[in-house]
């Protein structure tokens, strides 16, 4: 039997390309897209999708599970919306996986306990790119011995927040084996506000924007006389699409929710 799928975001950067995966895939359905705006009846009625894409374009969550009863919703909007659709998927018993960045670890804590209560599944993965995953476990691993790090995060000028999700749960998984350290000279001062970037735990982190680049990170780490960079890099976002499809089917199969691909894969 396939998997009913809705895609909150279909007319976005990531949103468009989820679409066509999961109108590809033939364990799939896409049975309703979410949209914030009145776009159309239906995704045939946007220039950028063919005439046989005909999945209902809804602006209400309950409206589109009701009519439509998901599986899964896969929500690639923003940061300012993306708290509330996995809190209303929860609450209408619709398995949210996640790619959109910017939650708070307050919300984080809420939407577990929501998942857990109601023993359903729920993936909230920062970067779905098996590449990004590995960079992120590898410099985990590199912490333990060279704990001196800064993470530098590239994304296009588009990017709504900063830092990016990926660079925030590098950090965090960082933190896990790190002993808390500040880096950097005690007596430093910024004669330029900002000039030695977000501080996470004594971690540095420095986000560049710029037309032309997609997603990309370093992860620089300092040692006696050597140094390491574990470097990853998305150049397209097709990257990212093996990992969507990989969620949805895997969220069927979860009770609880799961912050990062690196605890599944
Ligand atoms: N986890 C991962 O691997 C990845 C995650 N991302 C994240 O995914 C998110 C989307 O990225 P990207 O596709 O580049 O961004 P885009 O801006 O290209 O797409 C976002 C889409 O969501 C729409 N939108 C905004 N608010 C709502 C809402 N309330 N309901 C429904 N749709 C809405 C926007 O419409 P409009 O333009 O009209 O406002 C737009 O079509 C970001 O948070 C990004 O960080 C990105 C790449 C990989
Ligand atoms: O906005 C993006 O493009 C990306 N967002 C995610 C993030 O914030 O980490 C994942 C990837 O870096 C692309």
Same mark, same amino acid.
Request: net charge negative.
């Given at each position: 039997?396939?998997?009913? =799928?809705?895609?909150?975001?279909?007319?976005?950067?990531?949103?468009?390309?989820?679409?066509?995966? #999961?109108?590809?895939?033939?364990?799939?359905?896409?049975?309703?897209?979410?949209?914030?705006?009145?776009?159309?009846? $239906?995704?045939?009625?946007?220039?950028?999708?063919?005439?046989?894409?005909?999945?209902?374009?809804?602006?209400?969550?309950?409206?589109?599970?009701?009519?439509?009863?998901?599986?899964?919703?896969?929500? !690639? $909007? @923003?940061?300012?919306?993306?708290?509330?659709?996995?809190?209303?998927?929860?609450?209408?018993?619709?398995?949210?996986?996640?790619? $959109?960045?910017?939650?708070?670890?307050?919300?984080?804590?809420?939407?577990?306990?929501?998942?857990?209560?109601?023993?359903? %599944?729920?993936?909230?993965?920062?970067?779905?790119?098996?590449?990004?995953?590995?960079?992120?476990?590898?410099?985990?691993? +590199? +912490?333990?011995?060279?704990?001196?790090?800064? /993470?530098?995060?590239?994304?296009?000028?588009?990017?709504?927040?900063?830092?990016? %999700?990926?660079?925030?749960?590098?950090?965090?998984?960082?933190?896990? =084996?790190?002993?808390?350290?500040?880096?950097?000279?005690?007596?430093?001062?910024?004669? *330029?506000?900002?000039?030695? %970037?977000?501080?996470?735990?004594?971690?540095?982190?420095?986000?560049?924007?710029?037309?032309?680049? &997609?997603?990309?990170?370093? #992860?620089?780490?300092? %040692?006696?006389?050597? *140094?390491?960079? /574990?470097?990853?890099? @998305?150049?397209?976002?097709? @990257?990212?699409? @093996?990992? &969507?499809?990989?969620?949805?089917?895997? #969220?069927?199969?979860?009770?609880?929710?799961?912050?990062? !691909?690196?605890?599944?894969?």
């Amino acid at each position: 039997m396939s998997i009913r =799928v809705a895609i909150a975001g279909p007319r976005g950067k990531m949103g468009a390309e989820a679409v066509h995966t #999961v109108m590809k895939h033939d364990k799939m359905e896409l049975v309703a897209v979410l949209d914030y705006k009145e776009v159309g009846k $239906t995704l045939a009625d946007l220039e950028m999708f063919p005439a046989s894409y005909t999945a209902p374009i809804f602006t209400d969550m309950s409206e589109l599970v009701e009519a439509t009863a998901p599986d899964v919703l896969v929500d !690639l $909007t @923003s940061p300012h919306a993306v708290y509330k659709h996995t809190k209303e998927a929860l609450n209408l018993n619709v398995r949210p996986v996640i790619g $959109t960045t910017g939650f708070t670890d307050e919300q984080l804590v809420e939407l577990s306990a929501i998942a857990k209560e109601k023993e359903l %599944g729920c993936i909230i993965a920062p970067n779905f790119a098996i590449g990004a995953i590995l960079m992120m476990k590898f410099a985990k691993e +590199a +912490a333990k011995y060279l704990p001196d790090v800064e /993470i530098i995060e590239m994304h296009h000028d588009q990017k709504l927040d900063a830092p990016s %999700g990926t660079a925030v749960k590098t950090a965090q998984l960082i933190q896990e =084996v790190r002993a808390q350290k500040m880096q950097g000279h005690p007596e430093e001062k910024e004669t *330029l506000k900002g000039a030695r %970037g977000a501080e996470l735990d004594g971690m540095r982190i420095h986000s560049v924007r710029l037309p032309g680049l &997609v997603a990309h990170q370093q #992860v620089l780490f300092g %040692g006696d006389g050597q *140094l390491l960079t /574990i470097r990853h890099d @998305s150049l397209n976002r097709n @990257s990212f699409m @093996s990992g &969507v499809a990989f969620c949805v089917e895997e #969220v069927m199969k979860m009770d609880q929710l799961v912050y990062g !691909l690196e605890n599944i894969i």
